[in-house]
């Protein structure tokens, strides 16, 4: 009998993207739909990384070489000695956007069954690594009342278990833009050197952060060189999500070793992309500098509104373009459903992604949404103006 695999059954539907069919038929209607529930950015991509597409002038584009493109990895090498972070182009290896290098890293690092603490709530892909990987993630629950900050490290080593094998974060962090403080950083680099663990690091939102301190990395943890795996990508740093260019890196040998294989038996990265993320390097400082301000004001429209919201809770996010936002709802996937299907005001509506699909343990974020400030921000604005109606004139409020 035909019939698909066991694993496909349980793949995920993507939280963010299961409401598309109602925001399609809500633009069907004719009603314009701001779209809070996913993170692709509207600024440009620097005219750096344009350049070398429009220049290109070969008559083939063949494969690049399985760890990527030499220049571009002494470029990343480059780059990253900008931000303090000590990598030879060897301990680098390209991969076809941050979510493949996640891909490695649980594959290389775990056997089936292991397990990996996650601070929930996280990237909800994280999940859908986790199962392709037979990896069991331990989720670390963190509350909107403490900014989603991290837990006390005592607290964290209970859910150490014999089968634990990495502890993977994300910061500053999606879905809740919390930064995790420097002490936070070294703490964990304790803790991973301790229990002999691997420290798997989502660094993909290292230029978005919005306090005064840089962005404290753990491969900034002295000792922890054998522990610590970055995964990171240019989507969000350069506003190049569809270049699909990521990268994995380590000074642990082993590691590297086998994530070779890895990317050899996927031939390579994207050249065209590989292109593009290569004249990125090149961005000046002013692009950053620029981003950085707009979203910094566009969340401050954000938070501010939100918080203006009878009944509704954010806490200010210090870093990446999101925040999870507590709602007077009791399902807030419903109630994103019916601001899709059955409301809107002067014409539009807005879309936002349920929280409970960011956390692992069944019940948790049900009551919260996560919104991201990526639209500017005369439509964060008038999307602020469709929440606060429909949460007036919601059936299924709850205060
Ligand atoms: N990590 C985090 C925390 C993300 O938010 C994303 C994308 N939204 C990724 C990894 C993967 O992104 P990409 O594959 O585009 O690099």
Redesign the pocket.
Do not use: A, F, H, P
């Given at each position: 009998m035909l019939g698909i695999s066991e694993l496909s059954k349980k793949m995920p539907a993507s939280p963010i993207r299961k409401l598309v069919p109602y925001a399609e038929a809500a633009k069907k209607r004719g009603v314009k739909v701001y779209h809070l529930n996913i993170?692709q950015p509207d600024v440009e991509s620097p005219k750096e990384a344009l350049e070398p597409i429009k220049n290109f002038d070969l008559k083939l584009i063949s494969y690049p070489h399985s760890a990527g493109i030499e220049s571009y990895r002494k470029g990343l090498a480059k780059y990253y000695q900008g931000v303090n972070i000590d990598l030879s182009y060897e301990q680098i290896i390209v991969t076809i956007?941050?979510?493949e290098a996640?891909h490695m890293a649980l594959n290389v690092c775990c056997n089936p069954g292991d397990e990996v603490i996650v601070f929930e709530p996280f990237?909800t892909n994280y999940n859908t690594f986790a199962l392709m990987t037979g990896v069991k993630f331990v989720p670390v629950t963190t509350t909107i009342e403490d900014g989603f900050a991290l837990p006390p490290m005592s607290e964290v080593e209970k859910y150490i278990t014999p089968k634990t094998k990495a502890i993977l974060i994300?910061s500053p962090g999606?879905p809740t833009g919390t930064l995790y403080t420097k002490e936070d950083i070294l703490k964990l680099g304790e803790i991973v050197i301790k229990h002999n663990l691997f420290l798997m690091s989502?660094e993909?939102?290292r230029e978005f952060c919005y306090t005064d301190e840089p962005h404290f990395s753990c491969m900034h943890i002295p000792g922890a060189e054998q522990h610590v795996i970055l995964i990171d990508?240019v989507?969000k740093r350069y506003s190049m999500?569809g270049a699909r260019v990521?990268c994995i890196a380590s000074h642990n040998k082993d590691v590297m070793g086998a994530v070779m294989r890895f990317a050899q038996a996927r031939l390579c990265g994207p050249a065209i992309g590989q292109m593009a993320s290569e004249g990125a390097l090149n961005t000046p400082q002013s692009y950053f500098d620029s981003v950085k301000e707009e979203y910094i004001s566009r969340r401050d429209l954000m938070i501010e509104r939100l918080n203006k919201i009878e009944g509704v809770y954010s806490p200010m996010p210090k870093g990446a373009f999101y925040t999870t936002a507590r709602l007077p709802v009791d399902d807030a996937e419903k109630f994103a459903q019916w601001m899709l299907e059955e409301f809107s005001h002067e014409g539009q509506t807005v879309m936002v992604a349920p929280a409970a699909g960011f956390y692992a343990t069944p019940g948790k974020g049900t009551n919260e949404v996560r919104i991201a400030y990526v639209l500017k921000k005369e439509d964060i604005a008038n999307a602020m103006d469709c929440l606060e109606q429909a949460l007036k004139v919601y059936p299924g409020r709850t205060v």
């Open positions: 993170g956007g941050g979510s996640l990237y994300n999606n989502d993909v939102y990508s989507s999500c990521g």
